[in-house]
T-cell receptor, first 115, second 111 residues
Framework: GAGVSQTPSNKVTEKGKYVELRCDPISGHTALYWYRQSLGQGPEFLIY????????DSGLPNDRFFAVRPEGSVSTLKIQRTERGDSAVYLC?????????????FGEGSRLTVL | QKEVEQNSGPLSVPEGAIASLNCTYS??????FFWYRQYSGKSPELIMF????GDKEDGRFTAQLNKASQYVSLLIRDSQPSDSATYLC???????????FGTGTQLKVEL
């Protein structure tokens, strides 16, 4: 497709379960970002990939969160042992080169609810 | 101190008026500044970017940057009800490829 695609759009899970969120960026975009947005807040940076490697993972809140981008295209954000505080909209964005020179194109997000 | 600070609003302006949205940032090394618009339930979309001190105009939108004061603003002229949204200020931090967002200012344009 033409834009950033995220699946699932909605995910409801129980506390303690494992969750995977998928992002398919715009074709040719080498930079990929994951953000988390809670109600009434701005997007909070989680991790940035340039190609296959995580160039900056300083925003991951703890070791329950992990993200991969094995072939430099699709990325998966993995959350282990989910907690109620993980409930948020997880946004993926891609960029042709990176945030310093280009705009970020966001997907519609994956809304995660942890019961 | 937050890296990027905005007044959460809501900011209410009448249709046709000028809306002024403000943002301050803490990282003096930041070089790129962005304004994103986010409609309720939707994802952010870029509306303006600015790299140099001064003003940059694009249609009804003007971005203003003052690096000495670490301040960036967005003016929306002839505000329309369709401009009602949350406006997010974003600044590149951490060496350039990390975009840090403010909490956003909710703008309401009233008929």
């Amino acid at each position: 497709g033409a834009g950033v695609s995220q699946t699932p759009s909605n995910k409801v899970t129980e506390k303690g379960k494992y969750v995977e969120l998928r992002c398919d960026p715009i074709s040719g975009h080498t930079a990929l970002y994951w953000y988390r947005q809670s109600l009434g807040q701005g997007p909070e940076f989680l991790i940035y990939f340039q190609g296959t490697g995580a160039a900056d993972d300083s925003g991951l809140p703890n070791d329950r969160f992990f993200a991969v981008r094995p072939e430099g295209s699709v990325s998966t954000l993995k959350i282990q042992r989910t907690e109620r505080g993980d409930s948020a909209v997880y946004l993926c964005a891609s960029s042709l080169r990176g945030a310093d020179t280009g705009e970020l194109f966001f997907g519609e997000g994956s809304r995660l609810t942890v019961l | 101190q937050k890296e990027v600070e905005q007044n959460s609003g809501p900011l209410s302006v009448p249709e046709g008026a000028i809306a002024s949205l403000n943002c301050t940032y803490s990282d003096r090394g930041s070089q790129s500044f962005f304004w994103y618009r986010q409609y309720s339930g939707k994802s952010p979309e870029l509306i303006m970017f600015i790299y140099s001190n001064g003003d940059k105009e694009d249609g009804r939108f003007t971005a203003q940057l003052n690096k000495a004061s670490q301040y960036v603003s967005l003016l929306i002229r002839d505000s329309q009800p369709s401009d009602s949204a949350t406006y997010l200020c974003a600044v590149n931090t951490g060496g350039g490829n990390k975009l840090t967002f403010g909490t956003g200012t909710q703008l309401k344009v009233e008929l």
